[in-house]
């Protein structure tokens, strides 16, 4: 029960930071390279942690690294979509 809570909790905490940690990897590293845009945008979404949460950033992304590859995957979906809508001009 309070395992659930706290993946809702760090749930809600991800989604609104993986699109724009997958928009920064993206433009600093281009095409290709995902494993790398991955760990970027991973750390790209620890910087954004509370500054108590700092100290705990590698206990943070081991812990959580399943919903990290989750939240990013749905972000890079989204992104992808919104490109091809740009390109289709809807």
Do not use: R
């Not at 760090?10 to 995902?34: H, M, R």
């Not at 845009?37 to 750390?43: G, L, S």
């Amino acid at each position: 029960m309070i395992k659930n809570k706290l993946m809702q909790k760090v749930k809600s905490l991800l989604s609104p930071l993986a699109l724009p940690a997958v928009i920064y990897a993206e433009n600093l590293i281009g095409k290709g390279f995902g494993e790398t845009k991955k760990q970027v945008a991973i750390d790209f979404i620890l910087q954004k942690l509370p500054l108590f949460l700092l100290p705990f950033k590698g206990i943070i992304k081991n812990l959580f690294l399943d919903l990290f590859d989750f939240a990013l995957e749905s972000a890079v979906e989204k992104l992808h979509s919104i490109q091809t809508n740009i390109i289709k001009g809807e």
